[in-house]
């Protein structure tokens, strides 16, 4: 009886840790997510919560997901690959090079991570990620626009483009664009707190965040992003009722952005600003420009299968980064590693698509992260988007999302 009464109350301290623990994973959760507009530093502060995080889920029961499988199968492959790159640094050292490659691990694995917290309840962990997302983007949307129009601009704002607490404007502009359209899509359906008039001002800040970032891949970011939930809502999710709201939300939109674009324009430091950021810039054009610069690059990487290891390529020929994701990670990571990230994006593509084609609550969630993730791979040929820590998040909800829709039997591990 002894032992018995000592197992049975072994067993409830188990369940109450356990309990207790899940409890503050969420708050952690939230906490890490919500981080995520604060990348100043390496390591930034979205690394240290996600340790506290980690540490955490190990308490609170965490399940790995036999869905999420190919994902693990495609991070461990990455990682001896990058960690050989490292070693190839001619111009920068092999310890600066290895700390490079270990925030890349280390958020590629962020993903992996976040593909199995949502995969145990995609409706239920959506929501408190979206809620801590959506906050996060609200404050740096603010932030930034007060920076860019004089208050805090020497910390908020960077060449005269808001940047809040990113290093870099063409970051912070892109970190947007899943809250923003995450709101659309529940204005569009009136459906959720953000049916109404709070939802069109929530993005309507968003989306002024993205603009006085004056990054062009950001305001092509939002734009198509903002078109394909349109469109995946439109024809997917929306009654006969919804659909004709939609159109009339749709008129207003472009009523309101003509409006609103010719109000910006008006102003001679915005319009002048704008004209310089539309018109071809010296860095995109020539041997040496962002373009002339992506053909040499593919030339070098198919030189080098071992890759040249990262930031070398600044220290070549040309002076600066080839600003294409599926070049530079050939150079920072070798043909394998390389291969493994491209592989990464097209797959959590391939897994969202195919998704969506089924009803339910799964194809609801999906839609922002689609809309949201197609047009950041494309993005991703113009830019380096290797250290984005919101594009490894995205891909793994993704993952989740997807892994959390296919019969328990098969999910569980």
């Not at 071992?306 to 294409?324: A, D, T």
Request: hydrophobic fraction near 55%.
């Amino acid at each position: 009886m002894t032992a018995r009464a000592t197992g049975a109350g072994a067993g409830a301290g188990a369940a109450w840790l356990r309990s207790r623990s899940a409890r503050l994973l969420e708050a952690l959760v939230a906490v890490w997510v919500f981080c995520g507009a604060m990348v100043i530093t390496e390591p930034s502060p979205y690394e240290l919560a996600f340790l506290a995080v980690m540490a955490v889920s190990l308490l609170a029961g965490f399940a790995l997901r036999r869905a999420t499988l190919p994902l693990l199968v495609l991070f461990t492959l990455f990682v001896p690959f990058a960690v050989i790159a490292a070693f190839q640094v001619q111009y920068s050292s092999v310890t600066d090079a290895l700390i490079y490659q270990a925030v890349t691990i280390f958020l590629f694995f962020t993903a992996y991570w976040s593909a199995n917290y949502v995969a145990d309840a995609p409706v239920e962990r959506m929501k408190l990620i979206m809620a801590a997302y959506l906050a996060a983007a609200l404050l740096s949307a603010v932030l930034g626009t007060l920076g860019y129009f004089g208050v805090g601009h020497s910390l908020l704002t960077r060449y005269d483009r808001a940047k809040a607490f990113f290093n870099d404007p063409n970051v912070y502009g892109p970190f947007l664009v899943l809250p923003a359209v995450h709101v659309l899509r529940l204005v569009l359906l009136g459906t959720g707190r953000f049916g109404s008039a709070a939802g069109v001002a929530v993005y309507g800040v968003l989306a002024l965040g993205v603009f006085v970032s004056f990054s062009r891949g950001a305001w092509g970011h939002l734009a198509l992003s903002s078109v394909l939930a349109y469109g995946l809502v439109y024809t997917l999710e929306a009654t006969g009722r919804q659909q004709a709201r939609i159109l009339i939300l749709a008129l207003l939109g472009a009523l309101t952005l003509v409006v609103a674009a010719a109000g910006a324009l008006s102003v001679p430091s915005v319009r002048n600003f704008v004209e310089l950021r539309t018109q071809t810039q010296a860095y995109d054009t020539g041997d040496s420009g962002r373009f002339g610069r992506q053909g040499y690059a593919f030339d070098l990487a198919l030189e080098h299968p071992f890759g040249l290891g990262p930031l070398e390529f600044r220290n070549l020929r040309v002076k600066e980064e080839p600003h294409n994701t599926y070049v530079n990670v050939l150079h920072a990571y070798g043909w394998g590693g390389g291969l493994m990230l491209i592989a990464f994006i097209g797959a959590t593509a391939w897994r969202g698509l195919a998704t969506l084609p089924r009803p339910g609550p799964a194809r609801a969630l999906m839609i922002p992260l689609v809309a949201t993730f197609v047009p950041l791979a494309i993005e991703a040929a113009i830019i380096d988007i290797d250290h984005w820590r919101h594009f490894f998040l995205i891909g793994g909800l993704i993952w989740g999302v997807a892994a959390g829709t296919v019969p328990p039997t098969y999910r569980a591990r």
